[in-house]
């Protein structure tokens, strides 16, 4: 079993949907979550980082955080064709050195 | 501000040759990765540098794979002999410290191919 699972896609919505975005994970000890967004053929940008079980809005992203039942989500409202891309969950274990563990990601197109 | 540089940014070579990658970090980081992407997978880390002594290595294939950031600045990955597994996007990124390790600023990465 994978520490990270992440639903590889693709995704395929209509402009102006709302997407949603989900990685489990099996160690509890990650405790900071991150969610990198990559263009194709460019490297992974950082969207949104949280570390407390929750929501966490930014803009039309919303992370959220379910550390009894270790899962984490992204949302996108108003989804433009600007946000097709690979999405890519990663975690940090606490103690761990700080080494992101990165799921699969998945790969997300907004259609006009 | 001037992102993380890597280059080349395309290399093809043959099995068993030698392949290295450069990688110039945002200035005044202090922590550099060495990422592994297969195609369809996240980034995998190989190697972390602070500064310029390792933290991390503990996934780095040492019989093929080596890096080195000897002034503390940019660093280079090298893989001697490749196989054909190697073929991948080696991603570099930097970070401002290891408590900044969640916000990690990444290169546009180098396209290896080995046939």
């Known amino acids: 079993q994978k520490e990270v699972e992440q639903d590889p896609g693709p995704l395929s919505v209509p402009e102006g949907a709302i997407v949603s975005l989900n990685c489990t994970y099996s160690?509890?000890?990650?405790?900071?979550f991150m969610w990198y967004r990559q263009y194709s053929r460019k490297g992974p940008e950082l969207l949104m980082y949280?570390?407390?079980?929750g929501n966490k809005e930014d803009g039309r992203f919303t992370a959220q955080v379910d550390k009894s039942s270790k899962y984490i989500s992204l949302f996108i409202r108003d989804s433009q064709p600007s946000d097709s891309a690979t999405y890519l969950c990663a975690m940090i274990l606490t103690g761990g050195g700080n080494k992101l563990t990165f799921g699969t990601g998945t790969q997300l197109k907004v259609e006009l | 501000e001037a992102g993380v540089a890597q280059s080349p940014r395309y290399k093809i070579i043959e099995k068993r040759q030698s392949v290295a990658f450069w990688c110039n970090p945002i200035s005044g980081h202090a922590t550099l990765y060495w990422y592994q992407q297969i195609l369809g997978q996240g980034p995998k880390l190989l190697i972390q540098f602070q500064n310029n002594g390792v933290v991390d290595d503990s996934q780095l294939p040492k019989d093929r794979f080596s890096a080195e950031r000897l002034k503390g600045v940019d660093s280079t990955l090298k893989i001697q002999p490749a196989k054909l597994e190697d073929s991948a996007v080696y991603l570099c990124?930097?970070?401002?410290?290891?408590?900044?390790?969640?916000?990690?600023?990444f290169g546009p990465g180098t396209r290896l191919t080995v046939t």
């Open positions: 160690n509890s000890a990650f405790q900071y």
């Open positions: 949280t570390y407390s079980s």
């Open positions: 990124a930097s970070s401002q410290g290891s408590r900044g390790a969640y916000e990690q600023y």
